[in-house]
């Protein structure tokens, strides 16, 4: 099983420019996670959702946006790249929202120059 | 201090010691998961411990939670080169999603 999927692994982007970060779950799950992990703070929600056809904010929204294209996709999006999007992205799923345990892609290393 | 606190932030043992790391809360929980992260990996579950349960084991792995203390511990037994990794706790407060800790990386010494 591949599990979750995430790309690109590596991306370097300019201040400004737009990307979209692209993420498949093959185990049927009905939540998608979208986490930021930066040094010393842990992994921080960007957006999740709860299920196919929904989408919610979670703590650090601000400058991206998800689509949940079906249920075995969720794509996160950064329509003007800054620096501070500087991070490590983990796509994620799980069975439902509560009390599932959350399976993680191998995340995406972004940097913003 | 956050919902999910790791306390160490970081330990260093040889092998075939024990390793203990804890996890401290805020808010009520309905249960709370260790995660482990290898360097440049994903997230991998390791147990996951309900709030009504006192303690769990897998393996070389034993999970306590005292909810009056709102905390949990994970314990590594005879712990293996291997072992070495960031150890997360995740928990998950009613009408949340689940909130992670900043971690304890450990390191076990051959």
């Known amino acids: 099983n591949a599990g979750v999927t995430q790309t690109p692994k590596f991306q370097v982007l300019k201040t400004g420019q737009s990307m979209t970060l692209q993420c498949a779950q093959d185990m049927n799950h009905n939540s998608m996670y979208w986490y930021r992990q930066d040094p010393g703070m842990g992994l921080r929600l960007i957006y999740y959702?709860?299920?196919?056809?929904?989408?919610d904010k979670g703590e650090v929204p601000n400058g991206y946006n998800v689509s949940r294209l079906n249920k075995r996709e969720f794509s996160l999006r950064l329509e003007s790249a800054a620096p501070s999007q500087t991070s490590v992205y983990f796509c994620a799923s799980s069975p439902g929202q509560r009390g599932n345990t959350i399976y993680f892609g191998e995340g995406s290393w972004l940097t913003v120059v | 201090s956050q919902q999910g606190e790791e306390d160490p932030q970081a330990l260093s043992i040889q092998e075939g010691e024990n390793a203990t790391m804890n996890c401290s809360y805020k808010t009520s929980i309905n249960n709370l998961q260790w995660y482990r992260q290898n360097s440049g990996r994903g997230l991998v579950h390791l147990i996951l411990?309900?709030?009504?349960?006192r303690e769990k084991h897998s393996g070389r792995l034993r999970v306590t939670l005292d909810t009056s203390k709102k905390s949990s511990s994970l314990l590594i037994t005879a712990s293996r080169a291997a072992d070495t990794a960031s150890y997360f706790c995740a928990t998950d407060p009613p009408y949340q999603n689940f909130v992670f800790g900043p971690g304890t990386r450990l390191s076990v010494l051959p």
């Open positions: 959702s709860a299920s196919e056809g929904t989408t």
């Open positions: 411990i309900r709030s009504n349960e």
